[in-house]
Structures are given as C-alpha cells and as structure tokens.
C-alpha cells in the first residue's frame, strides 16, 4: 500500500471523526479542518457517502454521520452482547465438562472465534479469539452453514474443501446431509476432521428474534471425548447454548 493511500484513507477516517464531533460540516469547513483543497475534501466525502457512512442533509448542504456507520457499530454491539451474555454459561460449561468452550460467529466464507474458555482439564491451549476456522471442517462450522439459506449455503462451500485430514468432508453432498443433521439432532460434531486427534461438539445459539446469532461448541481430545461420551456433552453444549439464546431475548425452542 502506497504512503498517499494510507494518508487518504487516514484523511476519510478524521473526516468520520470530524462530523462524530461536530454533528454536521460542508465541504469548505472539512477541507479547512482537514488543511486540504475543497476538491480532495469533497473526494473523501464523495467517497465516504457511497459507502453510507455520511449522508447530505438536503436543505443545508452539509454532511453528517450515516446509516453505514450505525450498521457497523450495531454489528460490533452485537458480538460484544454475546460474548458478554455467553461468558458466564461458557465457564459453567467448561467447568461441567473440562474441556475448551468457544463461541464463534459467521464472517465471510469463515467461523470467527469471539470467545474461549478454558476446561479444567485443558494443558496448553491455544488461544482462537480473533482467529478464523474453516466452516466445513468443524462443528461450530457446520452449526453455522445450517442457519443459512440454500443458496448462501451454496455459495459457502462450492469450490475446493480444503482437506485438513483423512476424516476432512470435502464434498459438498456430503456436508450437506451433516449440516441438516444439526436441525434433527440440534448440535454439530467434528472428529478428526480439522485436526487429528480432536473431537468438537457445537450447537446454535439464537438472537431475540429466532435468527442464528452464533455457535457455542466443546472441544477436546479424542481420549477425553470419546464415542460413549460425546451424548452427554452433546447434551451439555446444546443446554448452554440454549441459555445463552435466552439471555438474548430468545424464547422460543
């Protein structure tokens, strides 16, 4: 990246702070502040209007905040909600069961860890917020593409399926039946197949209105969750998952 486009993009980020500030500016005031021609100011907020993040007020000329910022921070709002509401429920969770406890979010083509907690019984662990993970070689993956329409779903997983191990699906009729499983059995199970070795258990969790808002998921290795064991964690991970949904407003089954 060139140093000019990092000075504009730098020049549009304090024209967003300018107006945060100010509530309203034209183009004279903005190029002023920002001690740039009324030509540039103008490229900046011609810019920045088509991306929504400021808008024309028509009778005055000036510009102020827009709608793409409200969008922007409302999605930011809701990761920190459920991160903050899920807290307390992952820590029971992975005390009930010792093992990890992540929540992730959809981003793009990918699962986004926005929160993990560690299991009593967890060594060296890895730290996974901020990370992302391939949704079709994990369980909060697969909890994931089954909140999604048909055609997103397509649109997710048509391509190469990167494959991570022999247990790795990459093939998307195959994925396909896994993930409409999670709304027969209401959770997602992975073994083997991002990691060797790894077991994943991860159910959804819903936002007030119904919607998948995101996954809560139990992961550890294959000796501790074994065959005979995944039921019951199951069972633990989809209760949580459950009372997360009901801290964001969610009442229904």
């Known amino acids: ?64 905040l827009g709608v793409g910022v409200l969008q ?26 010792g093992e990890t406890v992540n929540i992730t979010i ?46 997103r779903f397509d649109e997710l997983t048509t391509g190469v399926l990167k494959r991570f191990t022999d247990k790795t699906i990459t093939e998307q009729f195959r994925l396909r039946a896994q993930v409409e499983e999670v709304h027969r059995k209401g959770y997602a199970l992975a073994v083997d197949e991002l990691e060797v070795g790894l077991t994943a258990v991860a159910a959804p969790i819903s936002g007030a209105d119904g919607v998948v808002v995101g996954s809560i998921s139990a992961s550890g290795p294959g000796f501790r969750i074994t065959p005979d064991r995944v039921p019951d964690v199951a069972a633990q991970v989809v209760a949580a998952a459950s009372e997360v949904s009901r801290r964001l407003g969610w009442h229904g089954h």
């Open 72 to 97: 922007l921070a409302g999605a930011t709002t809701a990761k920190l909600d459920l991160v903050q509401r899920a807290r307390p429920v992952s820590q029971r969770l992975a005390e009930v069961v």
């Open 1 to 64: 990246m060139s140093e000019s486009t990092i000075q504009s993009v730098d020049r549009a980020l304090t024209v967003l702070r300018l107006l945060a500030r100010h509530g309203e500016l034209g183009v004279t005031e903005i190029a002023a502040k920002l001690k740039v021609h009324k030509s540039t100011a103008f490229r900046f907020v011609t810019t920045l209007e088509l991306h929504d993040l400021v808008e024309q007020h028509t009778e005055r000329g000036k510009y102020r």
């Open 106 to 151: 959809l981003s793009g083509h990918e699962a986004l860890y926005v929160d993990q907690v560690a299991g009593s019984a967890a060594l060296q662990l890895h730290n996974w917020v901020g990370q992302r993970i391939p949704l079709h070689a994990t369980s909060n993956g697969k909890v994931l593409l089954s909140s999604v329409s048909g055609a």
